[in-house]
């Protein structure tokens, strides 16, 4: 069976070796697992495809990736940080176990046609629908504030399997959407009477978030305080890029304060194709040594946490009936062991951020604190009703 995996490649050369496999050979990549892997995700600096490419001089806003029988492989060109060209290429390929491919690079002025299989939407909920593009978040917690003003109350990112959301306020929660369909549907819910707190054709919002940190939202830790990343003097969103690949946004927050102490925040989201997570990079400036950054899993119906450990990825996960109405819901925060700084328990009432399995990462001055966040639901992963099959699920995130 195949399994739905990110493929890291090593590749190793010298310069002179790299300027043949561009002219003459391509560019190798080699899959050396036992499984064949479905949507290998493949990311590269524009200056290693330059190097790639036969005409160096050639210029383009898109690039072609193409096997050597002439598969068109999904790739998008993504410009991360808005200055109007592109940084980085990502694109899609499936491997066989242990097979090497050679792929081709192409430079063209017209976008490849693939279909989209990632999607961003922050939408107005008054007529025409605009997409939102330079609202300063609210400052508001509650939702009867935000509800009538925001779409889904803030930025959703999907892929062909799952979809999250962000409340675009002070609460700054983060929750899933279950979806029963591979298509983007989030430009139209909760727009026309579309709402989504039952199941429709497509799926449904199947998490009460409360005042925990929800599917993965983002607090600073200080000694024993907690500071949710909400509250700020300015916060503001950007869509980075949304494609056949990957959806990447951007939000930033200006003067979050913790205690007596201010600091500025960037946390940059990810989905790729075919996953059932998203990838978080979190930058905090002004650091004095600390701090750590906090994230976690909300617990409103007392189902333990449990903790695994796999490929060096550290995972606390919840597993029970705890889905909106009651389903099976599978959730998982995934930590490199290098960042990994501990578990542990929020409170289970209070003012602050309550009812969460919590998880602290190392905060750095020179490089992000990452993590992911994953969700398994029974109405389109039915097999989690074995957990086995739901550890194996988490296993194989980790493996990316």
């Known amino acids: 069976m195949k399994k739905n995996l990110?493929?890291?490649?090593?590749?190793?050369?010298?310069?002179?070796a790299l300027q043949s496999c561009a002219r003459n050979n391509g560019y190798s990549?080699?899959?050396?697992?036992?499984?064949?892997?479905?949507?290998?995700?493949?990311?590269?600096?524009?200056?290693f495809v330059n190097s790639q490419l036969e005409d160096t001089a050639s210029s383009g806003p898109y690039i072609l990736v193409k096997t050597e029988t002439g598969e068109l492989l999904p790739s998008q060109c993504d410009d991360i940080d808005g200055?109007?060209?592109?940084?980085?290429?990502?694109?899609?390929?499936?491997?066989?176990?242990?097979?090497?491919?050679?792929?081709?690079?192409?430079?063209?002025?017209?976008?490849?046609?693939?279909?989209i299989r990632t999607n961003i939407r922050f939408g107005r909920m008054e007529k025409p629908f605009e997409e939102v593009t330079g609202d300063l978040r609210m400052k508001t917690n509650d939702t009867k504030f935000t509800a009538p003003v925001y779409q889904m109350e803030g930025p959703a990112w999907e892929n062909d399997r799952i979809a999250f959301r962000n409340y675009?306020?002070?609460?700054?929660?983060?929750?899933?959407?279950?979806?029963?369909?591979g298509e983007m549907v989030m430009d139209s819910v909760g727009v026309n009477g579309r709402e989504y707190h039952t199941l429709a054709d497509w799926g449904m919002d199947i998490l009460k978030v409360g005042n925990s940190l929800g599917a993965g939202a983002i607090a600073i830790g200080i000694g024993d305080s907690l500071y949710r990343i909400g509250p700020c003097e300015e916060g503001k969103y950007r869509l980075i890029s949304e494609g056949p690949v990957r959806a990447i946004l951007e939000l930033t927050y200006k003067n979050v304060p913790a205690g007596d102490r201010l600091y500025q925040v960037v946390h940059q989201i990810t989905i790729y194709a075919g996953g059932?997570?998203?990838w978080s990079k979190v930058w905090v400036n002004d650091l004095q040594g600390d701090e750590e950054?906090?994230?976690?899993?909300?617990?409103?119906?007392?189902?333990?946490?449990?903790?695994?450990?796999?490929?060096?990825?550290?995972?606390?996960?919840?597993?029970?009936?705890q889905g909106y109405s009651g389903e099976l819901l599978g959730m998982g925060l995934l930590v490199q062991d290098d960042q990994l700084k501990r578990f542990w328990e929020a409170p289970l009432s209070g003012s602050g951020i309550i009812n969460t399995h919590l998880v602290s990462i190392s905060l750095y001055n020179d490089k992000p604190s990452e993590y992911r966040f994953m969700a398994a639901w029974e109405n389109n992963e039915p097999r989690i009703k074995d957990k086995e099959y739901f550890l194996q699920l988490l296993r194989e995130e980790a493996g990316k």
């Open 83 to 115: 200055d109007g060209n592109w940084d980085e290429l990502a694109f899609l390929c499936d491997m066989g176990a242990g097979e090497n491919k050679r792929l081709y690079f192409e430079v063209t002025d017209t976008p490849p046609p693939f279909p």
């Open 6 to 16: 990110l493929l890291y490649i090593l590749c190793i050369v010298v310069s002179a």
């Open 293 to 321: 950054l906090v994230t976690g899993i909300v617990n409103l119906h007392n189902i333990p946490a449990d903790t695994l450990v796999h490929s060096k990825i550290h995972m606390m996960y919840s597993l029970g009936n």
């Open 276 to 278: 059932t997570s998203y």
């Open 29 to 47: 990549i080699t899959h050396p697992g036992n499984s064949d892997v479905i949507d290998s995700v493949i990311v590269l600096t524009h200056s």
């Open 168 to 181: 675009y306020d002070a609460r700054n929660g983060i929750d899933i959407f279950g979806k029963t369909t």
